[in-house]
Structures are given as C-alpha cells and as structure tokens.
C-alpha cells in the first residue's frame, strides 16, 4: 500500500485534488480520454441564465502552488487518536476525537473515514495539531 501511495505522489500535480473533485461530481462533463469538456459545461450554465462574472476574491500568499500540490498528495503518514486523553474521566463519555498531529495529514486520514458525517472541526493553529472532532454538533449562527 505504501507502494502505491508513493507512486502516487511521484506523478500527482497541483491541481489533481480538483480535478478528481469535479470528476466524481460532474462525471458527465468529462470525455473517454478524461479530458473535461469546458464547451458542455458552459451550454449547461448558459442554459440556466446563470451570469458569470470574473470578479471574485482570491488569496495570494508564497508557496501556494506547493499547498495546492500537498493537498493533491496521498498521505504517508499514521495517526492514532491520543488514547490517554480521550480516556480521561472528564473526555470517556464525549463524542469528541483528540489527535495530535500534522493538520493536512490528520485532515487527509479523516476524508478517508469521515467524508460527511463531521459537521465542525477545530485546529489549534498555535501548536498544528488537531484537536477535536465531534460528528453530532449542531451549528448555530
């Protein structure tokens, strides 16, 4: 399995994460060969009298074109739930998950698990770990 992962990650590119997004959504707008098909795509929005504009909000920052290829990669890592503090008295009964860990690895292992059943999770961006998960939070605005 590592095999595999590595391989991945030798031929992945910034924007594979994306694209394999759109394709699992919007399959029908992707050929044989998966090339997608901008010319259907747009016919479909034309359809709906959508108007597109090209302004919007963008976030510039040093080395997001890495970030983007580190959100394509396949994690290598492992992570457990910190054991010791989820079994405290205090932490046995919740519903809550601690892991202690790289963000975008924890964050990458718990797609795998967790893919829309977790409503809210909070990352201590002092010390880059996650710390809780709780897939029953009801949100309130």
């Not at 860990?101 to 909070?122: P, R």
Request: charged letters at 30%; glycine letters at 4%.
């Amino acid at each position: 399995m590592i095999r595999e992962t590595l391989e991945y990650n030798e031929m992945v590119k910034p924007n594979t994460f994306e694209i394999e997004r759109l394709r699992a959504a919007l399959s029908e707008y992707f050929d044989a060969d998966g090339n997608f098909m901008l010319d259907r795509f747009q016919e479909t929005l034309k359809s709906e009298e959508i108007d597109l504009t090209r302004e919007g909000y963008e976030l510039k920052f040093l080395g997001k074109s890495y970030a983007k290829y580190l959100t394509s990669t396949k994690t290598e890592t492992v992570i457990v739930p910190d054991v010791e503090h989820n079994s405290l008295p205090k932490n046995k009964n919740s519903e809550n998950l601690y892991i202690v860990g790289d963000n975008l690895d924890a964050l990458k292992h718990l797609l795998g698990s967790y893919a829309g059943k977790v409503k809210c999770i909070y990352i201590e961006t002092f010390t880059s770990r996650l710390i809780q998960m709780r897939a029953n939070w009801v949100l309130a605005a």
